[in-house]
């Protein structure tokens, strides 16, 4: 079965320190997409990136990387020089090749001090 | 804005009532999807309509109903409300209901309903 799991609870960092926000999936497909979204204090989800099974390559957007590696089942995500703005609940979630549902993990909540 | 409209925001009723939420997706957009967020469950899954017809359904009570209309805008039914049912719900859109895995959903700011 399908699962993703976030095992950082919270996490509180202060302003201009780089935090990683870690994410550990499970499936039985081969072909399945991973995804992360931020639900900041006004409570709407925002996208972030898409990544698929077959692309493995990191990926560099600003402040934001992410790190895939199909070896240890794991979508990791760093904040580089995190500021204020970035406080907020991080998903991490998975969908298979033959659904559009989406799976989420339980969040992170980044806390960034001024 | 994202694009996805809820109605009503907030939403504040008693056990054994019902209620609708109203959702209008991103122009374009298809496909539309129905989330749950609470604190206990996290963020679960209900049900996926694409061009009015259900393409999926997940953890969705039988006392909750979904539709999507031929404009496109959806409508989740709550009924015999539960304290347990005090939640974020949101409605997420996209493009097309390919059950590809690819789609990036693009959710609306929610409607949070307390049931007291």
């Known amino acids: 079965a399908q699962k993703v799991t976030q095992a950082q609870t919270e996490i509180s960092v202060v302003e201009k320190e780089d935090v990683t926000l870690d994410c550990v999936y499970e499936?039985?497909?081969?072909?399945?997409?991973l995804f992360w979204y931020k639900q900041p204090p006004s409570g709407e989800l925002v996208f972030l990136i898409r990544?698929?099974?077959?692309?493995?390559q990191n990926e560099i957007s600003g402040r934001y990387s992410w790190n895939f590696q199909k070896s240890t089942s794991s979508f990791n995500f760093t904040i580089t020089a995190s500021q204020v703005v970035d406080s907020a609940v991080y998903f991490c979630?998975?969908?298979?090749?033959?659904?559009?549902?989406?799976?989420f993990g339980t969040g992170t909540r980044l806390q960034v001090f001024p | 804005d994202s694009g996805v409209t809820q109605t009503p925001k907030h939403l504040i009723t008693a056990t054994g009532q019902r209620v609708t939420l109203r959702c209008s997706p991103r122009?374009?957009?298809?496909?539309v999807y129905w989330y749950q967020q609470s604190l206990d469950q996290g963020l679960q899954f209900l049900i996926q309509?694409?061009?009015?017809?259900?393409?999926a359904k997940g953890n969705i009570l039988e006392r909750f109903s979904a539709q999507q209309f031929p404009d496109l805008h959806s409508e989740l039914n709550l009924s015999s409300l539960e304290l347990g049912d005090s939640a974020l719900y949101f409605c997420?859109?996209?493009?097309?209901?390919?059950?590809?895995?690819?789609?990036?959903?693009?959710f609306g700011a929610g409607s949070r309903l307390t049931v007291l």
């Open positions: 997420a859109s996209s493009v097309d209901g390919s059950h590809s895995g690819a789609n990036v959903l693009t």
């Open positions: 499936t039985r497909d081969t072909t399945y997409y």
């Open positions: 990544r698929n099974s077959f692309d493995e």
């Open positions: 979630a998975l969908s298979e090749a033959d659904t559009d549902k989406l799976i």
């Open positions: 122009s374009g957009d298809l496909s």
């Open positions: 309509y694409y061009n009015g017809e259900e393409r």
